[in-house]
């Protein structure tokens, strides 16, 4: 199986700057530490989970509130009887995309 696809490779190091950048001020606005390394590179890639393992452009995914709909339904199917809580484990993946696409829009 790839490791990554077109858009992890071509933006992963800029856009785990991105997610470091803002999570760092969520948190700060919370009074929390920030998160480790390893944690922002985790949630790096685990934003481009569609793009390994579906045969669609990734982009495609996010270009409206229905594409991200298919998207969480795609995790969804991909999740179910491999985790227990495959609907929220769906969220935390949505929500990793939606951060690409607003580092996207970060770039135009």
């Keep these: 199986m790839k490791k990554g696809g077109y858009y992890r490779d071509k933006y992963f ?11 760092d001020k969520e948190r700060a606005l919370i009074g929390k530490k920030k998160y480790t390394d390893v944690t922002i590179k985790t949630m790096a890639t685990d934003t481009f989970f569609l793009e390994k393992h579906e045969d669609k452009d990734f982009k495609s995914w996010l ?11 795609a995790l969804i ?7 227990n ?7 935390y993946y949505i929500d990793r995309m939606i951060d690409f696409k607003e580092f996207l ?3 135009k």
């Design 105 to 107: 829009e970060t770039l």
């Design 63 to 73: 270009k409206s509130d229905e594409t991200i709909e298919e998207a969480r339904l």
């Design 85 to 91: 809580n495959p609907e929220k484990d769906a969220k």
């Design 13 to 23: 190091e800029e856009y785990f700057d991105y997610i470091r950048e803002k999570t």
């Design 77 to 83: 199917r991909h999740f179910t009887g491999r985790r």
